[in-house]
């Protein structure tokens, strides 16, 4: 089961340097942005216990790399001191966008992409050049300064270099399977049944992927899109792409010809090597004319900013037969007027309006008695079971693992191993789930003493309590809230938990690191998947997660809040002593999706 990454609040310091805001999200780490005597820098944490050599060999390789479009290790160590559990690397902070980002936002010109794929040319040539393979080259891992325009490869913690141990027993090297090359995929069709056979990726397989990300670039489409998984992989051994400036007409030829033989379907026939690749990219840019400076896609317009289903058409406008696809700065989409905006169910409606008398209750009298009285309808769940024991490789070329498995090898940070295969089954309707209500007797005693306490203070006119104010808003997991929305979980939607196993009692919290188990199926959120996060202990004790980890062990980031019931968020604190950054609350709470922490 892999560990939730490091979840550190803004101000943290780790090894001197302050973090200011989180950047990325994998399944082994988290990188953050921190700062060290006011410089930015790139503070990337990974569990020690999962990936410590792993670490070793990121570290080793960008010791070996000194080039202006690699990304430059500044220094590296174990936190916290005295019993680590993470090691830190601590990397240039690169100012910009991930490439798909920026070739989506910039529209760029084909003069503008050359130059940025040269940059990776470069960056590859000079890694080959001292036996770093990097094995991962894909879009997210490429970073577009916004000063100058100038592209660092980075993420090398998948890479390899000549002369080092292996560190995997799979057929395949890490990776992922949209970038691997086509002799990657045969040796596996040849092999999988051999014990002990190991395919060696080498510089091809870089540039196959560089191959790639141009053909991305110039089309706004990839260049293998089977509509399964067996089906995109017989695409990528065997057939050839229709030439980008065939797809787009104002890809110019010559960069066109330098994609097409960047993705030729064997070592020896593919462009020879990446220094090779610079040479050509230099060769075609010394010739580029002012065609080269028009935008390669058609820009989005008043008129393009359509909506079905209340998303944007995209999609449908990118595979349209005889048009450019768009790329660019989106116009703002109409907002739904009242009549477009779908009515909420009765019983949803009259559940708010429970929560609402309950929460003017609550305020009136300072108790907690009732939040625990009501629980939400829990919808039908989606039973998520996570691949067996094979290689992960196998499920992808044995079987289809569908379009969401694709997206999230792409959307999220690299991982050390491609994420398994999931599989979904609708289980039988749950019952609804009933919630054990606090003892009775306590909770009018509480009651009767709020009620007692407010008539007194209203008679002799009793100083305010000091308010300490809720935590300061925070941003999601990067990718937190699709892959929530993958597993049809949408923002609002809620679901009763538990923070300790056992019979509902009050338990005393701190604040740090917490966990939440959840109480039944939730969708794509088998029930007993644990919710990771960290707990802030104000007024009311608040809770925010971003990482889930199911009885499988299949892994990803969320964003969910702790709630009282259907009251306000976080939740109320017991009677009883406990020293300020402590608190007693009761065990039982629900927690809410939500697209930023409030």
């Not at 949209?178 to 092999?191: G, L, S, T, V």
């Not at 949803?348 to 008695?369: D, E, F, Q």
């Not at 994420?419 to 019952?431: C, F, L, R, S």
């Amino acid at each position: 089961m892999r560990p939730p990454p490091a979840m550190l609040p803004p101000g943290a310091e780790v090894l001197g340097y302050t973090v200011e805001r989180q950047l990325g999200q994998g399944g082994f780490g988290t990188v953050y942005l921190a700062r060290n005597a006011g410089q930015p820098f790139a503070l990337k944490l990974l569990h020690l216990t999962h990936v410590g050599e792993r670490v070793e060999r990121e570290v080793s390789i960008l010791l070996k790399l000194h080039h202006p479009n690699v990304v430059r290790l500044q220094g590296h160590g174990l936190w916290p001191p005295g019993a680590p559990r993470f090691a830190a690397i601590v990397m240039e902070y690169v100012d910009g966008r991930r490439l798909d980002v920026w070739a989506d936002e910039e529209n760029p010109t084909a003069r503008q992409v050359a130059r940025v794929v040269l940059d990776m040319a470069r960056a590859l040539a000079a890694s080959h050049a001292v036996g770093v393979l990097h094995r991962d080259v894909k879009e997210v891992n490429v970073m577009v300064r916004a000063s100058d325009g100038v592209a660092k490869l980075v993420d090398f913690g998948i890479g390899d270099y000549e002369g080092a141990r292996g560190l995997t027993v799979d057929i395949l090297p890490p990776g992922t399977p949209e970038y691997r090359a086509p002799e990657a995929w045969r040796f596996f069709r040849q092999h999988v049944h051999v014990p002990g056979a190991r395919y060696d990726a080498g510089p091809p397989d870089d540039l196959w992927a560089l191959g790639l990300v141009l053909y991305a670039l110039l089309t706004a489409r990839k260049a293998f899109d089977g509509a399964d998984d067996p089906g995109f992989i017989e695409d990528v051994m065997t057939r050839d792409p229709a030439p980008p400036h065939e797809e787009n007409a104002r890809v110019p030829r010559a960069l066109g010809d330098v994609c097409m033989c960047l993705l030729r379907k064997t070592p020896e026939t593919r462009t020879v090597s990446a220094l090779a690749a610079v040479t050509e990219l230099e060769r075609v840019l010394a010739g580029a004319d002012a065609a080269w400076d028009v935008p390669l896609c058609d820009a989005y317009g008043e008129d393009t900013a359509t909506t079905e289903g209340g998303r944007d058409s995209e999609e449908k406008w990118l595979r349209a037969p005889l048009h450019r696809p768009r790329r660019g700065k989106r116009a703002p989409l109409p907002e739904a007027s009242g009549a477009q905006v779908k009515s909420e169910p009765e019983s949803h409606r009259s559940s708010t309006a429970w929560g609402i008398a309950v929460a003017l209750l609550l305020m009136l009298v300072a108790t907690p008695w009732l939040r625990h009285s009501r629980a939400p309808q829990v919808a039908p769940a989606r039973q998520e079971v996570a691949a067996s024991g094979k290689s992960p490789q196998a499920g992808r070329a044995a079987a289809p693992t569908g379009p969401e498995a694709t997206a999230a090898a792409v959307a999220l940070p690299a991982t050390l191993q491609e994420d398994p295969a999931t599989v979904t089954t609708p289980p039988k309707d749950p019952q609804p789930l009933q919630l054990p209500p606090k003892p009775a007797k306590k909770g009018l005693g509480v009651m009767a003493r709020a009620v007692s306490t407010a008539a007194a203070c209203t008679a002799i006119a009793c100083p305010g309590p000091r308010v300490r104010p809720p935590p300061p808003p925070e941003p999601c997991p990067l990718g937190a809230v699709t892959a929530m929305e993958k597993r049809g979980i949408t923002v609002g939607d809620m679901q009763p938990a538990r923070f300790a196993k056992g019979d509902a009692r009050v338990i005393s919290i701190g604040e740090g690191p917490v966990e939440i188990h959840l109480m039944g199926g939730w969708r794509g959120l088998p029930g007993n998947s644990v919710l990771s996060g960290r707990s802030i202990v104000r007024d009311r004790v608040y809770a925010r997660f971003t990482w889930a980890t199911t009885p499988q062990g299949d892994s990803f980031p969320v964003c969910f809040e702790v709630h009282a019931g259907e009251g306000p968020r976080g939740m109320a604190r017991e009677a009883g002593d406990e020293p300020p950054s402590r608190a007693r609350i009761w065990t039982i709470a629900y927690v809410r999706a939500v697209a930023e922490f409030e």
